[in-house]
């Protein structure tokens, strides 16, 4: 058992059935990330979909904060927590004015 041929001039060992195909790898699209910093990616139909995170604005893969320093700011605000806020919360002692000039809060007693 196991052989075949013609037994009069050879016999061989009868070759083991194929395999099956092996189940394609599923790969996630998302894994490593294409869409850049700041950014979401969603698999939606096997392929990539990206978009900024909350809060963040721009296009991937060039999505950013609001504000990195002050300078990107108006004026009269400062870049905190990559937002540009009124930096006088806070600042100035009790009963002092606060102004902000060129993004930093200047106190000062009425």
């Known amino acids: 058992p196991g052989f ?4 009069f001039s ?12 092996a189940d394609p790898i599923i790969r996630d699209p998302c894994v490593p990330s294409p869409c850049g910093p700041y950014s979401q990616c969603r698999d939606i139909g096997g392929s990539p979909s990206c978009s900024c995170l909350p ?8 999505c950013r904060p609001e504000c990195i320093i002050s300078a ?14 009124d930096p006088c919360p806070g600042s100035c002692g009790a009963g002092a004015q606060c ?6 809060p200047v106190c000062t007693c009425p």
Request: proline fraction near 23%; hydrophobic fraction near 20%; aromatic fraction near 2%.
């Open 99 to 104: 102004n902000v000039i060129n993004h930093t």
């Open 55 to 62: 809060e963040y604005t721009g296009t991937p893969p060039n």
């Open 72 to 85: 990107e700011c108006a004026s009269n605000l400062a870049c905190m927590r990559e937002k540009c806020r």
């Open 4 to 7: 075949t041929g013609d037994p």
């Open 10 to 21: 050879r016999c061989v060992p009868i070759p083991p059935p194929p395999q099956p195909p």
